[in-house]
């Protein structure tokens, strides 16, 4: 596509109940990054993908998380079991082979964990 | 480990001044860095990626400086207007990492 694409922009969701969060990065970018955005904080990176593997998952904060990348496009995050303080904008960026490229952001999923 | 700072961390001028931000990085091993803005709720939208090996990127009224072995970057917004209202971030990629370090954002308002 044109720009890297997250669905869905906006979810509330309760407190235990597990979500799914979609980035459609742009085609032929290879590299895909996941940060999140919590209220005054800065950004958070989360995971790295480099086609289909994930060189760098170092920055997901418990084994609640989880990430996958199918046909080397599209990625699912995943966090089972939400807690309140999940909520915050999880943001993914798409970069042509790797970061030398800069990155291209979508527009973000706002999580709300009530 | 890169800790990646702005300042100031909010500014408000009024519409036509040039305006100068600041991010300082404390590793100078990067491989670029890149200037952002985002809009309140929306993304983040690439204004300007400088890659190790240069001084400086322009484009429109945006100008972006890097000076690695001080560790400094700013951005220079020439005849500022309201529509550069905005929080602008700086991100260092440093060198040997898959990742940027983001600083925590300049919020600009630019007054009519």
């Known amino acids: 596509g044109a720009g890297v694409s997250q669905s869905p922009s906006n979810k509330v969701t309760e407190k235990g109940k597990d979500v799914e969060l979609r980035c459609d990065p742009i085609?032929?970018?290879?590299?895909l990054y996941w940060y999140r955005q919590s209220l005054g904080q800065g950004l958070e990176f989360l995971i790295y993908f480099q086609g289909n593997s994930a060189p760098d998952k170092s920055g997901l904060p418990s084994d609640r998380f989880s990430a996958e990348r199918t046909g080397g496009s599209v990625s699912t995050l995943t966090i089972q079991r939400t807690q309140q303080e999940d909520s915050a904008v999880y943001l993914c960026?798409?970069?042509?082979?790797?970061?030398?490229?800069?990155?291209?952001f979508g527009s973000g999923t706002r999580l709300t964990v009530v | 480990k890169q800790e990646v700072t702005q300042i100031p961390a909010a500014l408000s001028v009024p519409e036509g001044e040039n305006l100068v931000l600041n991010c300082s990085f404390t590793?100078?091993?990067?491989?670029?860095l890149q200037w952002f803005r985002q809009d309140p709720g929306k993304g983040l939208t690439s204004l300007l990626l400088i890659q190790s090996s240069q001084r400086e990127q322009t484009s429109g009224r945006l100008n972006a400086s890097l000076d690695k072995s001080s560790g400094r970057s700013t951005l220079y917004i020439a005849a500022s207007q309201p529509g550069d209202s905005a929080t602008y971030l700086c991100a260092a990629h440093l060198s040997g990492t898959y990742k940027y370090i983001f600083g925590t954002g300049t919020r600009l308002k630019v007054l009519a």
């Open positions: 085609s032929g970018h290879t590299a």
């Open positions: 960026a798409s970069s042509l082979e790797d970061v030398n490229y800069g990155y291209t």
């Open positions: 590793d100078s091993a990067i491989y670029n």
